[in-house]
């Protein structure tokens, strides 16, 4: 005899949450095993998130995701890494010490800062912590790392030093986009595009040695100071004849010659554009094809410098102000209008994106594109057009991507110069990690002019070159041997807000570094919006908070709204009554698992009595075959929420609904039908149910895991249910005759039960007889076999089955078949 614990009647789920997230942990079933080389590995690239306070919605969604593949892997036999770091070093963090502590960073010690940064860092990893247990992600917490640790601060230095030596890094002195608010430069990935009104100036530029002028439009009258050239389209013939003569600056009293160049839109504005530097990224382009002269116009904080004349040291937009101002007075100032115009904000602070000239440290990744298209498109992704998404992105890109900034908490870059002859010295890989900022190089003197004295690099490293090495780091780079039995990362895991930034540089970075591709596949995630398909936030009060949801209705609940949300990649709508369908659907598996214990009480899986399956048992073992291959396909395919609805309307409507219902009366009254009878319903209701567990269970592993303890542990002697072997189709199980036949047993099943329903009558009222007019001698035989169930199940003295074509009484849809119950 198995043990079989009864269940208790109410389903209690924040204890059994709780319990089982604490058990796992001590159990140790989510840990790698790193000796383990016979089962094929399956590397998950969880994206360290950045540490940004509560857990959100968007967070539930992603790691539901990541978990659901991580268990499902797990269970068919693959020695699965589930890791989890944090990306410590966000601008964001350094804006928000900023803010709640009033200051401006470069006004206090570098390290009285720096600590600030980690204080507020491991408050939040430790909020965000908390929520990724509460959903019962099995993350396997001992690969744990922090990018702004020492340790992670080697690799991401060591990466630099590794690159640099194959040529890939370089300084130099380009435009850049630069943040004025945070005074530093930021990367392509970084700029927002939003929509903006803006206004556009006609504004006169005076024709040298004639009374002539041409109007130039400009919707940034403030660079008029930087005005390099003035351009128009050679084809228009309005200006045509203009190119090549002197035209006055407005209020700067010099002259710049007007070129010709078919990028000019005529249609746009007056046809007459101003080309400064930099008020856009089209000015950049002008001025490399035309070799034109750059005038440094703004400094790091957004002040005009001294080439601004006599609006020097004014901010942007006081200068704009003084300008228009002037060119009234001047009566250069022809009109203005309003324009919707897309204009580039820093994603951090919102800030205008401008566009400086400064010596920065670069990475050629314009070289790789290629690699990168190719990669992108040799791999699967779930969903497969999201690939486009990286491809075009990569296509687009016009710049190589400038890492540094002028920032404080972040990695440094492991570089000095000597203050004699200027020489570059980058670290050695033996040096790192370092701060050139506390320490100097660790030589005797300047291999170049042998000086001794150096000047440590104060710049510091994009914090996308701390996270764009996961994939080697999470297989064991750079200290473990074997670290390439890990690599590529087996999926790489992105949202469709960072596939340009994420997926982009994790491919470029790696390529650069080890000639081969950072992952083998890319599972996207969509947004989670609020309920009313807005962005979800808080002042549009549509704004769940994701450790109340959970701990309002528990984990296995809300990671079904995320499955079952919204197909892969698609933005899925919050809704509180998915979450709500979700618990109901939990108490109703935990309702009908605590019945099926109790009748299978006296039930021994591994006693060989002989079973003589009916017709009901070998049409939901079928089913059951049948379901546990589409449910594997969705999974492989990463189509959670086909999956799940999959799971969900069989164990409801199909298993619940009509098996457990039928097959009562033979377990409860076995002495009528028979051992064999009764031990065929006993075993296909113990195997049917923990199949459905089984499928369950990377979704819902709390309950499943609860109820498999109860009822399966000696019979199925795995230790826990999330690493019992994945069920693997058996067509020898698959049964169409018995599938076809069952069908239309329950398809009478259900019209007696609308019948029922119809005349209000409770559904245990009792049917006198039941007449069946079977159209036909073989449906006839067919429905003979399920006559003991439909009785049971419906209470029915009699049923009469009639081999005889006869529209009497109700007709069982679609089937021919009509029944005439009376009461
Ligand atoms: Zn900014
Ligand atoms: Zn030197």
Known sequence: MIRMKPMPKEYNFTEIERNWQAKWEEMGIYHYDWNDKARTPFSIDTPPPYPSGELHMGNVLNWTYFDIVARFKRMQGFNVLFPQGWDCHGLGIEIQVEKARSIRKRDIPPEQFRTWCIEL???????????????????????????????????????FVLLNKKGFMYQGTHPVNWCPRDETAIADAEVDHVKKEGILHYIKFPLSGSDEHLVVAT??????????????????????????????????????????DECVDPKFGTGVVQICTYGDKDDVKTVIKHKLPVIRLINESGRITRAGCKYAGLYLNQARAAIVADLTTAGLLEKTEKIQQEVGVCDRCKTHVEILEVKQWFMKT??????????????????????????????????????SRQRLFATPIPVWYCKTCGEVIVAQESWVPIDPRMEMPRIEKCPRCGGKEFRGETDVLDTWMDSSITCAVHAGWPDREDWKHLFPASMHPSGTDIIRTWAYYLMVRHLALFG???????????????????KMSKSLKNYAAAPEVLS???????????????????????????????RRFLVKLWNVSSFASNLLADYNPNDKAEVDLQLLDKWIISKTENLTQKVTESLEKCQFN????????????????????????????????????????????????????????????????????????????YKSIQISQWPKFNPALVDEAAERDGDLVTAIMSEIRRDKAEKKMPLNASIKNLTVYAKDRATAVAIGQGCIDIAATLKIEEIKVEAEVKTDGRQVAQTGVYIKPEY
């Open 552 to 582: 309002k209705h528990g984990a296995d609940a809300t990671r079904q709204w995320a499955a079952g949300g919204g197909a892969t990649g698609s933005d899925i709508p919050y809704r509180a009554q998915d979450v709500e369908y979700g």
């Open 121 to 159: 860092v491991e408050k939040y990893i430790a909020m965000m912590k908390e929520g990724l247990l509460k959903m019962g992600a099995s993350i396997d917490w001992t690969t744990e790392y922090k990018t702004m640790n020492p340790d992670y601060w080697r690799r991401t230095q060591l990466s």
């Open 642 to 717: 086909i999956a799940v609805e999959d799971i969900r309307n069989f164990t409801w409507h199909v298993f619940c609904d009509f098996y457990v219902e039928a097959v009562k009366d033979r377990l409860y009254r076995g002495e009528v039908y028979g051992k064999a009878n009764r031990a065929a319903a006993q075993y296909t209701l113990y195997e049917v149910l923990y199949r459905l567990l089984q499928l369950l269970s990377p979704f819902t592993p709390h309950l499943t895991e609860e109820i498999y303890q109860h009822m399966y542990i000696d019979g199925k002697a």
């Open 366 to 403: 314009l070289p790789l594109s290629d690699a990168i298209i190719k990669n992108a498109n040799e791999i699967p992704w779930y969903p497969d057009y999201m690939k486009n998404r990286l491809i075009d992105w990569t296509r687009a890109l016009d710049w190589d991507w400038v890492v």
């Open 219 to 260: 919707s940034r009258p403030e660079f008029i100071p930087a005005c390099v050239t003035v351009e128009v389209n050679p084809n228009d013939e309005r200006y045509a004849r203009y190119i090549g003569r002197k035209i006055s600056v407005p209020l700067m009293n010099r002259e710049v010659i007007v070129i010709g």
């Open 516 to 534: 081969e591709r950072a992952f083998n596949s890319v599972l996207i995630n969509g947004m989670v919006l609020g309920s009313d398909g807005r």
